[in-house]
């Protein structure tokens, strides 16, 4: 039997499909679940990374020319720092002396604390070196933006877990080689509405310093997170909030809520806000997705967005003669040495072992304690309607086959174990099947199809090309998304490392 698979029988249209013109392009432009985006310049390249918070590896990278169509590169680290455990959110990366650093949020190991590391590299696209936690402060740390005040080096933080105080934007000053706090902390900015300000980014436009930042809700179904800003002539503040805030909201469009972003400058100073949103309806299952707005001064010295304080997917083109490329399909044939960089995998919850060796992927992991059910290699959907498929190539008493992954206790499992056919649902550890039976062939095709972003349903075929449905209806998956991140598709093995689950290709297909 041929390894190759056929074109889908189905044809799957695109959510929220509408004429574009020439000259504008369509939000998201990092179609991924992949929160607290930050973008910089080095020449007349544009760097982005964001939050990876369970998934590694840690912090994905992308590159563009154009701040529309952007190309993931790799990750700022493929192993996690020694010194960190989990929830690895809302990295920013700065370029200064020739160097790229990048300011990272994860919790200490010893004790679970949330605390602001920072690791350096010759290059956003090279490996980083960590050199460990740089800010400690309270029982949480989080959100770091570094900036430079007239060659003075400032980073600044969201605090919170300070003596009963409220949430504050703290600064501090810092060394000149970007490694060490220098001085006392200081306040910028305290939360005496109780709105939950976070995720800052600083600029200075004619006399004024701003401080643009996110508050409300920033993750989940009830989401409203928003943008606001304040002003100040010193760096340090006093700031002086803005009375039309927030600046920038969803809500009343086709986003939910959007937030939590920085900026980066086009080399004739147009500012481009790059932050997280979620769409309404089923585009929330393709989680917070990176949309680029034009951010502009007004003539009385306050911040608006080009296009309004409502976020819209249709903008104008940043540069002129620039093209969105559609979104693309995803198809390993598992054809190179290593992994494609576009997986990922659930760290907290087992070891991943995986090799590609002539043209077949082997994936095996060891659980962590706990921990039942397996290792999941996994893709960040681009829209809410879309179909994957593998062919599984071996027999043995483990589990391998296809999953919508939530995480190790929310999931949906579609595939083969020993000589049978299995579609199970587990929940908070509760495990349903729904569907089993003989498995029709030794090497055995299996695909879900997604519509509506959580609306499953699951097929199979001996050849690849005539396919049958293992269940009638479609199996609700809303239950799998977790509080910051929604679930993935993906390849998934569950049993013994010595028994792998090997897979010939995957598609998804859009």
Known sequence: MSKHFLPFFMVLLSVGAFAQSADTFTNP???????????????????????????????????SQDLVNWQQTGHIFNEKP????????????????????????????????????????????????DHGPIVEFGSEAIDAFVYDDNGQLYITW???????????????????????????????LTDVEDIGMEGQYHFKHGDYYYLVYSAHSCCGPGSDYDVYVARSRSFRGPYEKYAG??????????????????????????????????????????????????????????VQFKTGSTAVSEQPLPFAGAKQEPVADFIDEFDQEKLNVAWS??????????????GFLWLAGRAHEGNSYGTALCLSPQKARYA???????????????????????????????????LK??????????????????????KIGIDKGCLLTFFFSKDGKQWSTATEGSLDSTYTVRWDRVARPGLLHIGECEEPAGFSQFRLEY
């Open 82 to 129: 020694a010194w960190t455990s989990n929830s690895f959110w809302a990295p920013e990366l700065y370029y200064h002396k020739g160097r790229v650093y990048c300011y990272y949020t994860a919790r200490r190991k010893q004790d679970g604390v949330t605390c602001i590391g920072v690791a350096s590299s010759p290059s956003p696209t090279q490996a980083f070196t």
């Open 388 to 422: 994957y498929q593998t062919q599984v190539i071996n027999r043995n008493a483990s589990f391998k086959g296809l999953t919508m992954y939530g995480d190790d206790a929310n999931l949906i499992a579609w595939g083969v174990v020993g000589d049978k056919l299995v």
């Open 158 to 188: 969201k605090a919170y877990g300070l003596d009963k105080r409220p949430i504050e934007i703290l600064g501090s000053r810092l060394s000149d080689n970007g490694l060490r706090l220098e001085g006392e902390p200081f306040s910028l």
């Open 29 to 63: 432009v990092i179609r991924r679940d992949m929160a607290d985006p930050c973008v910089i310049r080095i020449q007349d390249t544009y760097y982005a990374t964001g939050t990876s918070s369970e998934w590694a590896p840690f912090y994905p990278v992308y590159t």
């Open 345 to 358: 995998w659930n760290y907290p919850y087992s070891d991943i072992q995986a090799s590609v060796k002539e």
């Open 245 to 302: 805030n927030p600046i920038l909201h969803g809500g009343k469009g086709e986003y939910q809520s959007c937030g939590h972003g920085t900026a980066v400058s086009t080399p004739d100073d147009r500012m481009f806000y790059l932050c997280h949103a979620y769409m309404k309806g089923e585009g929330f299952y393709a989680g917070r997705q990176s949309i680029l707005q034009e951010m502009i001064v007004t003539d009385d010295g306050w």
């Open 425 to 446: 649902a587990i929940k908070d550890r509760e495990e349903t099947i729904l569907y089993e039976s003989a498995c029709p062939s030794e090497r055995i095709f299996l």
